[in-house]
Structures are given as C-alpha cells and as structure tokens.
C-alpha cells in the first residue's frame, strides 16, 4: 500500500555521490512510485482507452553527476515514454510534481502545439489557476497559470511550436512540507484528479498522433 513519501525521501537529493544518491532513490523513492504506479496506472488506461506502461526513470546515461530530481512516467508505450505524450509524478529536493508532458523527444510535439494555438482562450479558461505549467521538464521553476494572460500562453505554445526543444508541462506542484504527502490515499486521489484535469491536453495530443502516425 502506497504510504506516500517523508522527509527522508527529499533529503535524498542532499546525498554526494552518483552511486551513493542513486542508492538513496532506489531504497527511498523507487518503491513509493511503483505503489503509485500500481493505482495509477488501470486508471489511465480506462479514462484513456490505451493501454498505460509504467517507466521509472534509472539514469543511467549519468556517469558523474548525481541527478537532481526522479520521476516515474505513464505513456501509451511500453518501450518508452519521451517520444509519447505522457503523465508523470517525481521529486526535487524542494517539492513534488505531478504533470502531464510533452518533452523535446516528442514526435506530436510541434502539431500538437498547433492545435493549441486555435483555441488558445480554451485551455486559459480550462486550466485551474493553481495550476502550473514547465518549460523544461529539467528545471524546477514552474509558471502558475493563474499569473498568466492568453499571450503568454500563446507565446508558449508558440515556442512549443517553432523551437526545436522547447517543451511543455502542465499540472501541481506540492511543497515538501505539505501534510499531504504524507497521506498516501489522499496523495492518491490528488495525483489522480490532477491527471483527470489535464486530461483533455493528452486528449488534443493523442488526436494529432493518431492523424500523423
């Protein structure tokens, strides 16, 4: 039963050492997302209609640098999850997301970004404001969506479009101290209801995937 994370799971980001931190995730972080993967995944799979793969991210093309936050992904493939759009739920040291993402490998990424642009309006009124949306599936700084007027949102949409790796990610973010996290059935429920509302955004990526492959 998933239990959900404590402060030691944050403080993994603290340790020195490639191999040193990556043992750290392996025992403090990688069981928790398999738990999370385990609710999460027969709920993608019926509200999507595909077939959800569970992809904890190991980093191994890292050979010096310990990373700075891990994740586990959800994607309608099961040999990878960069190229597809898909949902993830990771940690930095500070905070954990949950989001939806299209990142710089994604095959959709520029005519989905099209289809964004038509009804820019739509996804400003759709989004709740406590949202936040990611440039970088790399950086922790987000944008609240609340803070945003339509032309940054097109501009973002804009750049998803036209900038080789641009990126975009959309969903929360929680604090390190918020008591929900440690409150496994309702981490649950808010990881859940945070995918069911970006939800319509994997709906337009999915439509532009099944037109262009």
């Excluded at 804009?158 to 641009?166: F, S």
Aim: charged share 25%; aromatic share 12%; with cysteine.
């Amino acid at each position: 039963m998933f239990k959900g994370f404590n402060q030691e799971a944050f403080d993994v980001f603290q340790i020195d050492g490639l191999e040193a931190r990556m043992d750290g995730i392996r025992g403090n972080i990688q069981p928790s997302f398999q738990a999370i993967a385990d609710e999460v995944v027969p709920t993608l799979s019926t509200i999507s209609g595909d077939e959800f793969f569970t992809h904890i991210a190991q980093h191994a093309r890292r050979k010096v640098n310990p990373p700075n936050d891990t994740w586990v992904a959800f994607a309608a493939n099961k040999r990878g999850y960069k190229m597809m759009p898909h949902f993830q739920v990771g940690l930095y040291e500070s905070h954990l997301f949950i989001w939806f993402a299209v990142i710089y490998e994604a095959q959709v990424k520029s005519s989905f970004a099209s289809q964004l642009l038509t009804d820019v309006a739509k996804w400003k009124q759709s989004i709740p404001g406590n949202f936040s949306w990611s440039l970088d599936h790399m950086k922790p700084e987000t944008l609240k969506h609340e803070d945003l007027t339509e032309a940054d949102l097109k501009e973002m949409f804009v750049r998803l479009r036209d900038v080789k790796k641009a990126e975009l990610l959309c969903g929360v973010t929680i604090d390190r101290n918020d008591p929900i996290l440690t409150d496994g059935p309702a981490l649950l429920s808010k990881i859940e209801e945070t995918f069911k509302t970006v939800f319509p955004l994997y709906q337009e990526a999915q439509k532009v995937h099944s037109i262009t492959t």
